[in-house]
């Protein structure tokens, strides 16, 4: 019966391949079965809930095995996968009919899912790498399916995550060399010594690639303006910070990790500058789509920092702000789409009350306003940063103040403005924009359930999550957002406020515009120079093989020609300076 969960992966790859080789005429049957195998996938994940199950199937030597270890824990990450798979898969239907690579994103999209899902359930090391590197098939088929021509974005995509695996690889197998196991569970090991500590190093890099922390970022602005809605949310919002979030907690949990030590400290000061500056970013932004990505990315910082704190509230509340960000991030997304797709600008909030509401639940939650799941999530992650120091709580405050800001100034942008006007969106869309948006609040009143399935895995004080002073300190926080929002509107008609002038002095807007700033056009570059030196350095090479040392040889051989002439003179006088040679050595 346990071995029938592998079907969590069978089934999506079937279906995958299946969808992909269907002639395009069955299109109305193919929407049917894509839409039909993520519903299965999310009541498969559901089905399993609550039962633990354990699978161990020795497959090679070296005591590798196929194993799978389903906690609560694990299935939490399943349902939040399968559940917004089925959001995008429904706006996919809609958004995508005139696509005419649309089958390539639904073929993608369910071998994605198997992988996604291979990679949460398995226990063993080698599997996961499978799982999460397959996960690249799937993810340039998503963005080449989208109309715009996006070789080079695929490209480049596919680079900076090779590059992060490629660490999260390397870091593996150095836990196989002082290990000898390849089995999740069975690893136990201490930050003590070189190799361990170089372990950990990597497989945090790895877990920063899939959050999209700087440099690993630089493909997602691009990625959100030319791909679809479906693929931000699914594989950019939803899949790759799972899988992010997981791959920390396995670090976590394998070596032992305590608050306060020497590499989380240099860690997390790395990542609060991604943090920082991709918040600020945020603010510089004169499209939604791209602040809604920078703002993703400064929030995979702001998790990934309460992950290496390794305090238990912390990472809790880093687990709680993933469900929190995946819902209102997804939910704006979805209203993008929708607004896009119109080709509006702006938008009548009185003509358009629904996905107005959608905006508002959805930006309520992303700067934490009481009820709303972030609040909580952030509380306890306020909690753990004020106990690793109040720099960091600081930092940690600053991002979410400029996260809040760049979101409310595109709320008052697209809704409260002379020019907008009423437009009309398809039910199919407004379904999962309305089904986030309402979540958004649902999660706030019922927080405990996450939170009681969280602290199963995680045990963390029962008591209050967080301090009188902490919370008193975030209201504060957003009350200064509100105000700035409302006095920037009226003083200088945006809703930055006093972030735009600071936006400008730090002249962070002229760097998001210039390219050579970019870490992957700056890693191209220096690939350039490698290999043009390396050219050039081939071409001396070549040189000294294919000209110098030839015509050296022909040069004494021609030397030795002249000099072996036939002359007995000749030949008794080399004979007689031999002799002396020898008798000058031994003397």
């Known amino acids: 019966m346990n071995v029938l969960i592998l079907f969590l992966i069978i089934i999506p790859v079937l279906f995958s391949i299946a969808l992909f080789f269907t002639p395009e005429k069955y299109r109305k049957f193919k929407e049917v079965f894509f839409v039909t195998v993520v519903v299965f996938n999310l009541w498969a994940v559901c089905y399993y809930f609550a039962k633990d199950i354990f699978i161990y199937l020795e497959w090679a030597a070296f005591n590798f095995y196929f194993s799978v270890i389903m906690t609560r824990f694990v299935e939490f990450f399943l349902v939040i996968a399968a559940f917004f798979a089925l959001l995008a898969a429904i706006f996919a239907v809609r958004s995508m009919k005139d696509n005419p690579k649309a089958h390539l994103f639904k073929a993608g999209m369910l071998f994605a899912l198997a992988c996604v899902n291979g990679a949460l359930i398995t226990d063993s090391f080698i599997f996961l790498l499978v799982f999460i590197e397959a996960l690249a098939i799937p993810f340039v088929m998503m963005i080449l399916a989208s109309?715009?021509?996006?070789?080079?974005?695929?490209?480049k995509a596919f680079t900076i995550t090779a590059i992060a695996d490629l660490f999260l690889m390397m870091g593996i197998g150095i836990v196989y060399f002082l290990t000898k196991t390849m089995n999740i569970s069975e690893v136990s090991l201490s930050l003590e010594g070189f190799l361990p500590a170089v372990a950990f190093i990597f497989?945090?890099?790895?877990?920063?690639?899939?959050?999209?922390?700087?440099?690993?970022?630089?493909?997602?602005?691009?990625?959100?303006?030319?791909?679809?809605?479906?693929?931000?949310?699914?594989?950019a919002t939803a899949a790759e910070k799972i899988l992010g979030i997981y791959i920390l907690y396995v670090a976590l949990k394998i070596f032992g990790v305590s608050g306060g030590s020497l590499i989380t400290y240099i860690l997390i000061g790395v990542v609060a500058v991604s943090a920082v500056l991709a918040a600020l970013l945020a603010n510089s932004q004169k499209s939604f789509k791209k602040t809604l990505i920078y703002t993703s990315i400064s929030q995979g910082s702001f998790m990934m920092?309460?992950?290496?704190?390794?305090?238990?509230?912390?990472?809790?509340?880093?687990?709680?702000?993933?469900?929190?960000?995946?819902?209102?991030?997804?939910?704006?997304?979805?209203?993008a789409g929708i607004i896009d797709d119109s080709k509006a600008e702006t938008v009548s909030y009185k003509k358009n009350p629904y996905i107005f509401m959608c905006f508002i639940l959805a930006i309520a939650s992303f700067i934490g306003v009481p009820l709303f799941a972030a609040f909580y999530s952030k509380e306890m992650i306020y909690e753990g940063a004020l106990h690793l120091g109040i720099v960091?709580?600081?930092?940690?405050?600053?991002?979410?103040?400029?996260?809040?800001?760049?979101?409310?100034?595109?709320?008052?942008?697209?809704?409260?403005?002379?020019?907008?006007?009423?437009?009309?969106?398809?039910?199919?869309?407004?379904?999962?924009?309305?089904?986030?948006?309402?979540?958004?609040?649902?999660?706030?009143?019922?927080?405990?359930?996450?939170?009681?399935?969280?602290?199963?895995?995680?045990?963390?004080?029962?008591?209050?999550?967080?301090?009188?002073?902490?919370?008193?300190?975030?209201?504060?926080?957003?009350?200064?957002?509100?105000?700035?929002?409302?006095?920037?509107?009226?003083?200088?008609?945006?809703?930055?406020?006093?972030?735009?002038?600071?936006?400008?002095?730090?002249?962070?807007?002229?760097?998001?515009?210039?390219?050579?700033?970019?870490?992957?056009?700056?890693?191209?570059?220096?690939?350039?120079y490698f290999a043009e030196a390396s050219f050039s350095f081939d071409k001396a090479l070549n040189w000294v093989y294919d000209t110098a040392f030839v015509k050296s040889v022909l040069f004494c051989s021609e030397l030795f020609k002249k000099a072996h002439n036939g002359s007995m003179s000749r030949y008794i006088i080399w004979a007689l300076c031999g002799i002396a040679v020898i008798i000058l050595f031994f003397v």
């Not at 700035?484 to 200088?492: P, S």
């Open 147 to 155: 109309a715009n021509n996006n070789k080079k974005l695929a490209i």
């Open 203 to 235: 497989i945090v890099i790895g877990a920063a690639g899939k959050l999209g922390v700087m440099p690993f970022h630089s493909w997602m602005p691009e990625a959100s303006e030319k791909t679809s809605v479906p693929f931000m949310v699914f594989m």
């Open 305 to 335: 920092i309460a992950m290496l704190t390794a305090l238990p509230v912390a990472v809790a509340g880093a687990v709680l702000h993933l469900l929190a960000h995946t819902i209102y991030k997804s939910c704006l997304f979805f209203a």
């Open 392 to 528: 960091w709580y600081i930092i940690m405050i600053l991002v979410t103040f400029l996260c809040s800001s760049a979101a409310l100034n595109w709320l008052g942008k697209i809704f409260f403005n002379d020019d907008a006007k009423f437009f009309e969106y398809p039910v199919t869309s407004m379904i999962p924009t309305v089904t986030a948006a309402l979540l958004c609040l649902m999660l706030g009143i019922f927080k405990d359930i996450p939170l009681a399935i969280i602290h199963n895995e995680i045990p963390f004080p029962a008591q209050e999550h967080a301090s009188l002073l902490i919370i008193i300190v975030s209201l504060s926080a957003l009350v200064v957002v509100l105000v700035n929002f409302i006095a920037g509107y009226k003083k200088y008609n945006n809703g930055l406020g006093f972030v735009k002038p600071v936006v400008s002095v730090l002249k962070i807007d002229k760097l998001d515009e210039n390219e050579n700033a970019d870490p992957y056009n700056l890693a191209m570059n220096f690939y350039n």
